[in-house]
Nanobody, 127 residues
């Protein structure tokens, strides 16, 4: 398994921006698709963005397209989620996750295929 540690969450006003980071260790990072999921109270966990191992392909949830950008730095085993124009409905705990197998390419990503998870970071957007 890979160990994942998120950072960068916090409280921001609507229209503001946050950048989440996810540091990975334990496996060959450059062979793994990485995903960002979120879970709001009373709702199911959903994938908001994903990026393939080389960064060539990305996936975004429709509601975040044009506002969120996922990227990765394979040299430093880190991936990022830049979140702009945040809305109150973006409020959730955000999780970084990696699938259980290398070279994963199923978009939209299936939650059940992801076996490594970070501890989560709270993002709160006030109106």
């Amino acid at each position: 398994q890979v160990q994942l540690v998120e950072s960068g969450g916090g409280l921001v006003q609507a229209g503001g921006s946050l950048r989440l980071s996810c540091a990975a260790s334990g496996r060959t990072f450059s062979t793994y698709t990485m995903g960002w999921f979120r879970q709001a109270p009373g709702k199911e966990r959903e994938c908001v963005a994903a990026i393939t191992w080389g960064g060539r392909r990305t996936y975004y949830l429709d509601s975040v397209k044009g506002r969120f950008t996922i990227s990765r730095d394979n040299a430093n085993n880190t991936n990022y989620l830049q979140m702009n124009s945040l809305k109150p409905e973006d409020t959730a705990v955000y999780y970084c996750a990696a699938p259980s197998r290398a070279f994963y390419y199923t978009f939209p990503p299936n939650l059940r295929d992801f076996g490594s998870w970070g501890q989560g970071t709270q993002v709160t957007v006030s109106s």
